[in-house]
């Protein structure tokens, strides 16, 4: 990010996790009650492992912030892990006796960081590395991400999520597009009182929760995929100047970055690889209000810029890693076979996650809105927004009939 920098830091079993956010303009007006509404979304969905039921996760603001506003500088924040009083001895920051130590774990899980980040950071327990590369460390990127939804919304930008498959199992399976089939109330409605996994196909969802179900039963875990939707971006955030500033490939990077996530799609994605040009790309609507299209194909964005249609980003999120019937694996310190190791995990992440994509697409969109638009003040990033967006209008052009 050109504007904004986040630093994270925490372990998933340590007293908690920290974060500094830096780049924001002065004015902005901050809301905890957003922010905690935040933290929730990210805590519930149907599948989820113990730990949502002892986190209650909080914001708690360290700087930068007064009397709800911010001031200019960077804003700390931290969230407390409850679940620390139980991790005492075993993630102690202080060095305590080795007859007090946990046995270390040597037997890594397939699909997780647990063996290349031992080889890499040369240690004999898994724990040294896997606490960090917990999808626990995502709840600092939800809190990031909750200010710069609120930065966007203030300058007319909406972000929400949905989940289109878990498993086998798609909402909406008999459309191409299902952002057409999405109920004009669904953000209110999941703002408000969520469903079990997040999808607004009804008969879709009840069978994605007994494939959590037969999942769970098996001792597996279940993937899936989710999309996230920005609505009223304004033409021009992101640029073709250079590769590394192209707004498809900076929001690609940032969900890419989500744990378990191990593909990115911007619009129909992979679907244009067999489709002619002619069904492709977006044509322009010459009865619009302003430059809008009879489709959005390209999920928002041309050339790496923003053009004014809702930007449509989707993910695929790999099973969970941690099985309750596990995989087989090899002691690092012995050599010997043998089944990896168990940590308390979920079947399914989906809902979860999703919230999580909602967050980094925000951090990118709100990077780009102060890249493209600056201002220190509040004040001043709005009055600048508002002039792009009147510039970009749909007017008769001089010299045209």
């Known amino acids: ?18 974060g500094v956010l830096e780049g924001l303009p002065a004015g902005l007006r901050v809301s905890t009650r ?10 519930h969905g149907y599948g989820s492992g113990r730990r949502m039921l002892i986190e209650r996760d909080r914001v708690r603001w ?32 202080e060095p305590i006796p080795a007859e007090r130590r946990p046995k270390p774990i040597t037997r890594a899980r ?51 999520s949905f989940i289109d498959q878990l498993g086998p199992v798609r909402a909406f399976p008999d459309v191409d597009d299902p952002m057409t089939r999405i109920p004009a109330d669904w953000l209110a409605r999941d703002l ?35 999309v996230i939707v920005a609505e009223g971006v304004p033409i021009g955030l992101g640029s073709s100047a250079e590769w590394d500033t192209r707004l498809d490939g900076l929001l690609a990077g940032a969900v890419m970055a989500i744990p378990g996530v191990k593909g990115v799609e911007l619009g129909l994605g992979f679907g244009v690889v067999e489709r002619p040009g002619s069904t492709v790309h977006d044509v322009i609507d010459p009865d619009a209000q302003g430059w809008g299209r009879v489709s959005n194909r390209a999920g928002g964005i041309e050339g790496g810029i923003s053009n004014g249609e809702p930007i449509v980003v989707r ?57 493209s638009f600056g201002g220190d003040a509040m004040s001043d990033l709005r009055a600048a927004v508002s002039r792009r967006r009147h510039r970009t209008g749909r007017r008769p052009r001089p010299g045209l009939k």
């Open 192 to 226: 408000r009182s969520p469903t079990p996994v997040r999808c607004p196909d009804p008969e879709a969802e009840a069978r994605m929760l007994t494939a959590i179900d037969a999942a769970r039963q098996a001792g597996d875990s279940i993937g899936g995929s989710y």
């Open 315 to 371: 993910a695929a999120q790999k099973p969970v890693s941690t099985l309750r019937s596990p995989l087989p694996s090899v002691d690092m310190t012995t050599g010997e076979s043998g089944r990896a190791h168990i940590e308390r995990s979920d079947t399914s992440v989906l809902a979860r996650a999703a919230i999580v994509g909602e967050a980094m697409v925000a951090l990118v969109l709100a990077d780009q809105l102060l890249t």
């Open 1 to 18: 990010m050109r504007r904004l920098r986040l630093l994270t830091a925490g372990e998933s079993h340590g007293p908690g996790l920290v």
């Open 110 to 160: 397939p699909g997780h960081i647990d063996l290349a980040g031992a080889l890499k950071y040369d240690t004999a327990d898994v724990r040294d590395v896997l606490e960090r590369a917990s999808a626990r460390s995502t709840t600092v990127r939800v809190v990031a991400g909750s200010v710069a939804r609120q930065l966007l919304a203030a300058c007319g930008v909406r972000i929400w």
């Open 62 to 93: 360290t700087a930068g912030i007064r009397y709800g506003r911010t001031l200019g500088g960077p804003i700390g924040f931290a969230v407390d892990n409850r679940d620390w009083v139980n991790w005492t001895d075993r993630m102690s920051i």
């Open 34 to 43: 957003i922010v905690d509404r935040d933290l929730a979304r990210r805590q």
